[in-house]
């Protein structure tokens, strides 16, 4: 069983920079493949990033390369610093884990297993 605790929201002006984290419980954190997704209003969840376990590869959705970067530590957390970010990056932003080394794909929702309870990220113009 895998628990997973945001943190790092908040309010931040157009062109700022925030960073977020996943705190997660479990002792083979290393083992598991983890995912950032967010929701904005009115709008399904949608993929953000990913990264394979041991921190090997990571995977971002076209529109966010360049301006996103999610990492992982030994301390059983996950980040996601967001650069230059824009009105339209509010939402929702979850964390997510599932068990790693089984070849499916980083961008597909339903294949994490184990979710946080989110953490809002607005940006103002």
């Known amino acids: 069983q895998v628990q997973l605790v945001e943190s790092g929201g908040g309010l931040v002006q157009a062109g700022g920079s925030l960073r977020l984290s996943c705190a997660a419980s479990g002792r083979t954190f290393s083992n598991y493949d983890m995912g950032w997704f967010r929701q904005a209003p009115g709008k399904e969840r949608e993929f953000v990033a990913a990264?394979?376990?041991?921190?090997?590869?990571t995977y971002y959705a076209d529109s966010l390369k360049g301006r996103f970067t999610i990492s992982r530590d030994n301390a059983k957390t996950v980040y996601l610093q967001m650069n230059s970010l824009k009105p339209e990056d509010t939402a929702i932003y979850y964390c997510?884990?599932?068990?790693?080394?089984?070849?499916?794909?980083?961008?597909?929702?339903?294949?994490?297993?184990?979710w946080g309870q989110g953490t809002q990220v607005t940006v103002s113009s």
């Open positions: 990264i394979t376990r041991f921190g090997t590869s």
């Open positions: 997510a884990a599932r068990g790693g080394g089984l070849g499916r794909p980083l961008d597909r929702l339903s294949t994490f297993d184990y």
